[in-house]
């Protein structure tokens, strides 16, 4: 079965780390070996919520039939870059790292001019200060998950599993949910009853995808179940049960 990733690092399946142990592998990577699936795309830390749109296009534009698209909706307020630069910087101011150390890594790739990285960064950091409205981000917001919840309506050859990062994320997704299969929870909410969890999200906890090597393969488990057997969850809301896991 064929698979796609949409959203940020909630299912990133960080393939970079092509050889580590299962214990730092994120649930979305174990769902696919575990059930050895056909992965076509990943998840990316720290993105927004049109970075997923905006790669689920072009899949359509291809044409590549997925039977399984999973999307997270992440935070409101992140913001967009196709620019692997911006986005590494759009990454650390959204999960709240020091910014110095990526910019120093970015120098020192070549081609790329040393005044660039730190103007996007002052050009960010301004534009939260001085042009950032929260209404009209939320606005935006609830428009795109409304597209992304519509997508069942139009490719019913794919099977939708929507899953929230956020509370926010989760209310605008009970309102608007029709088709697919809307997972009623918030990956925040769990990272952040974690035992041991560091701090409120978005951070940079250093768990891999936030959750801990247990939770990870709980989720993993979880999701398998939903995957074999989607036309039990079809157009339905999976009732998620936080107790299952390992919570404060």
Same mark, same amino acid.
């Given at each position: 079965?064929?698979?796609?990733?949409?959203?940020?690092?909630? #299912?990133?399946?960080?393939?970079?780390?092509?050889? !580590?142990?299962?214990?730092?592998?994120?649930? *979305?990577?174990?769902?696919?070996?575990?059930?050895?699936?056909?992965?076509?795309?990943?998840?990316? @830390? $720290?993105?927004? +919520?049109?970075? *997923?749109?905006?790669?689920?296009? +072009?899949?359509? =534009?291809?044409?590549?039939?997925?039977?399984? *698209?999973?999307f997270t909706f992440t935070w409101h307020d992140r913001l967009y870059s196709q620019s692997s630069f911006n986005q590494e910087i759009f990454s650390a101011i959204a999960e709240k790292r020091d910014i110095g150390p990526i910019i120093k890594l970015l120098n020192t790739w070549d081609n790329v001019e040393i005044e660039y990285p730190e103007k996007v960064k002052l050009a960010t950091e301004y534009y939260y200060d001085?042009?950032?409205? =929260? =209404? +009209?981000?939320?606005?935006?917001?609830?428009?795109?998950? +409304?597209?992304?919840?519509?997508?069942? =309506?139009?490719f019913p050859d794919t099977n939708f599993i929507f899953i929230p990062n956020t509370e926010f994320a989760r209310t605008i997704a009970l309102d608007n949910f029709t088709n @697919? #299969?809307? /997972?009623?929870? *918030?990956?925040? !909410?769990?990272?952040?009853?974690?035992?041991?969890?560091?701090? /409120?999200?978005?951070?940079?906890?250093?768990?891999? $995808?936030?959750?801990?090597?247990?939770n990870n393969d709980l989720i993993s488990i979880e999701f398998s179940k939903i995957?074999?057997?989607? !036309?039990?969850?079809?157009?339905?809301?999976?009732?998620?049960d936080y107790n299952k896991f390992d919570i404060e």
């Open positions: 079965m064929r698979i796609g990733f949409f959203g940020d690092s909630y #299912c990133d399946l960080v393939y970079k780390h092509v050889d !580590t142990p299962r214990s730092y592998k994120p649930w *979305a990577r174990r769902l696919v070996e575990d059930n050895n699936l056909e992965c076509y795309s990943s998840g990316l @830390g $720290g993105s927004n +919520q049109f970075y *997923a749109i905006n790669q689920w296009l +072009q899949f359509v =534009e291809k044409n590549i039939r997925l039977d399984f *698209a999973v001085y042009l950032y409205n =929260e =209404e +009209q981000s939320k606005f935006n917001y609830k428009l795109q998950l +409304q597209y992304i919840l519509k997508l069942p =309506e139009k @697919g #299969c809307l /997972i009623n929870f *918030a990956f925040e !909410t769990l990272s952040n009853r974690e035992k041991g969890s560091p701090g /409120i999200m978005p951070i940079n906890c250093n768990r891999v $995808g936030h959750l801990s090597d247990r995957v074999l057997n989607y !036309t039990e969850y079809k157009d339905k809301i999976y009732e998620f």
